[in-house]
């Protein structure tokens, strides 16, 4: 076809008659679009628009007879549609008993931080209160600027355009490390991953909101009086927002805070029964003074008091507050509440490991959670399909095409070679590609940045890897041994330096990470050219055998990877790349492949149509 004319012709015409499609479909009435996902029907959407990490949409709910912000499917966020040069006084004590305004019960009029403000809710709460300075850092652009203040402001009553609300399109923790102000109320409600990942599995991804790191700059931001207020799911017992209390003892401690149950209180709105409990977690720079406890017993008149300072309210909280050693109680406690840090940032993964099996058998389906955690049989299952992957291509082979691993001395622990170097590879990739998430802001941007970094500075490696190495064993063995050593320097110094240089603009922070890997990237890429030119002038056959199993052991290394990440941390998956590097360098320091094989008869033939 491709040396016909009217063949040429008539793809250029199908290609026309596509792209007429596809912006009809984008821009008329929708042929093909997006009707179920995650197991649901979508609301009646007026307004749809996508992203680099996120398709949002705006429906109406006539039941509640709001507008619903809708992200990914899932997470939805309410626009708040009040005048407040209108205000009644009903719609202002409606605002102030709900779970999130409880900061502002105690602290009314505070300077507020908002993080992840989305249609307005927290903002309204706080204007509500008296507030008149209030920062908002949405990270989602479509949300703050094309339906907040483009599309639709007047459904928001221009909430965003107002003089004492202040938006900022950025990453809430990023902000907070290069902002030089103090508030009174740092606050997230309901912040976190979940939408954005793929096939309804949630969140496998990290969320560096809730960490120990986090909170301690969060604690650092807030004035005297100041407090961090963080709402998440209530559940029986509970699991996140207990963590929350962990994460707060921790980030105290290391302020030299020594009685974290004076710094604590906890509500909840609605039951736990049912789905939608929220429990609201205040987290006080200082002490709660008696003042302070007189309001919250006020506010809490309206919704369940979990715990209260001096109550004596007999729970979890409770517990875990006054314990004597609370990393005991955290360790035996029947989720994992333990505090996590930015080395490990998997905050919803509050499944103990020694109970992940039965949990996956025998909890509800409907309860928010379980969407959370079952991401990670989900991951296993991943896992074990990649091993029989794997031992797919060492088996078919020999049953299909009538080849068998090579059995000359010294080929068969060669090819170990390529599977070292393959999952290391992906281990400190994807272990970069996490790191960087905070610096950047944002997934999306790590990932762009990482991957084309280290294909770039990879690919010029392998160009002149001829060049470098040449033929010298001893040059290969140096490469090997450089890439573990970088590798592992970057796991160690990178968090810091990199916290020193968050507040810099976007492209120099993407210039940066651009230049902090790619000496490491361009280490990297030497060792598999080099070597596999070495196998093939020494056993051609194995030539196939090396790009199989580097290949397999690619896919099972970042799967790997995240188990590594999820249960160790993300240094150690970075060392431990490293580390089958330094594997790999002992397979090339013994394995010597200066001298002619000893081909025997049909080894490592392999009986391709050619």
């Not at 909840?268 to 609201?280: F, I, M, N, P, Y």
């Not at 004596?312 to 996590?340: A, C, M, W």
């Amino acid at each position: 076809m491709a040396g016909s004319v009217k063949g040429r012709a008539a793809c250029v015409a199908l290609a026309l008659i596509l792209v007429a499609f596809l912006a009809y479909n984008r821009h008329g009435q929708p042929i093909v679009d997006i009707r179920r996902a995650k197991g649901q029907t979508l609301a009646k959407e007026f307004f749809q628009k996508w992203n680099s990490f996120s398709r949002v949409g705006v429906a109406h709910i006539d039941a509640e007879n709001r507008d619903d912000i809708r992200i990914d499917a899932d997470a939805a966020t309410g626009i708040a549609d009040f005048d407040f040069d209108h205000l009644t006084p009903k719609q202002r004590r409606d605002l102030l008993e709900q779970g999130p305004a409880l900061p502002y019960d105690i602290r009314p009029g505070a300077k507020t931080l908002i993080i992840g403000p989305g249609g307005g809710w927290d903002v309204a709460r706080a204007l509500a209160s008296g507030s008149h300075d209030i920062t908002g850092v949405e990270i989602n652009p479509i949300i703050a600027i094309t339906i907040m203040r483009e599309r639709f402001p007047e459904r928001s009553n221009y909430l965003y355009d107002r003089p004492d609300v202040h938006i900022y399109v950025e990453d809430g923790r990023s902000f907070v490390r290069r902002s030089t102000d103090r508030y009174q109320v740092i606050q997230a409600t309901l912040v976190d991953t979940w939408a954005s990942t793929a096939a309804g599995a949630f969140a496998l991804s990290e969320n560096s909101l809730y960490t120990t790191d986090a909170f301690r700059d969060y604690l650092s931001h807030l004035t005297g009086d100041g407090m961090v207020v963080f709402t998440r799911w209530g559940f029986d017992p509970p699991r996140e927002s207990l963590r929350l209390v962990s994460l707060a003892i921790e980030a105290l401690g290391q302020l030299g805070e020594k009685e974290p149950w004076r710094h604590i209180i906890v509500g909840r709105e609605g039951s736990v029964q049912a789905w939608g409990a929220k429990d609201t977690v205040l987290i006080s720079r200082k002490p709660f003074s008696p003042e302070d406890l007189d309001r919250a017993r006020a506010a809490l008149s309206h919704m369940q008091t979990v715990y209260l300072p001096g109550a004596g309210i007999h729970n979890h909280f409770t517990d875990l507050l006054t314990s004597p050693d609370p990393e005991k109680y955290e360790r035996d406690y029947v989720f994992d509440i333990t505090p996590i840090s930015d080395n490990r940032p998997f905050f919803f993964y509050t499944v103990q490991p020694r109970d992940l099996w039965s949990y996956m058998m025998t909890a509800s389906r409907d309860t928010a959670d379980f969407k959370v955690i079952k991401a990670v049989p989900l991951l296993f299952g991943l896992m074990a399909i990649s091993l029989a992957a794997t031992a797919l291509i060492m088996l078919l082979p020999p049953i299909l095409l009538g080849t068998r691993l090579p059995r000359q001395p010294g080929v068969r622990g060669f090819l170990l070679y390529f599977m070292f170097i393959g999952a290391g590879y992906i281990l400190i990739e994807v272990g970069l590609i996490q790191k960087f998430v905070l610096f950047l802001g944002h997934p999306t941007y790590a990932l762009t940045v990482v991957i084309f970094s280290m294909l770039i500075s990879s690919g010029l490696g392998s160009a002149l890897s001829r060049r470098v190495l040449g033929r010298s064993e001893g040059r290969l063995v140096k490469a090997l041994g450089c890439v573990a050593l970088l590798a592992s320097l970057l796991a160690v110094v990178i968090s810091s330096l990199l916290t020193a240089l968050v507040g810099l603009p976007l492209p120099l922070k993407m210039a940066i990470t651009a230049g902090l890997i790619a000496p490491l990237g361009f280490v990297m890429g030497m060792p598999f050219p080099t070597a596999l030119q070495r196998l093939e002038e020494w056993h051609p056959p194995s030539v196939r055998w090396a790009w199989s199993l580097n290949a397999a052991s690619s896919v099972l290394g970042s799967v790997g990877a995240l188990v590594l990440s999820i249960y160790l941390g993300l240094v150690q998956t970075l060392i431990i790349g490293g580390m089958l590097y330094l594997a790999a360098l002992v397979v090339a320091a013994r394995v010597r492949t200066d001298h002619p094989a000893q081909e025997s008869p049909n080894a490592g033939h392999v009986a391709l149509a050619r």
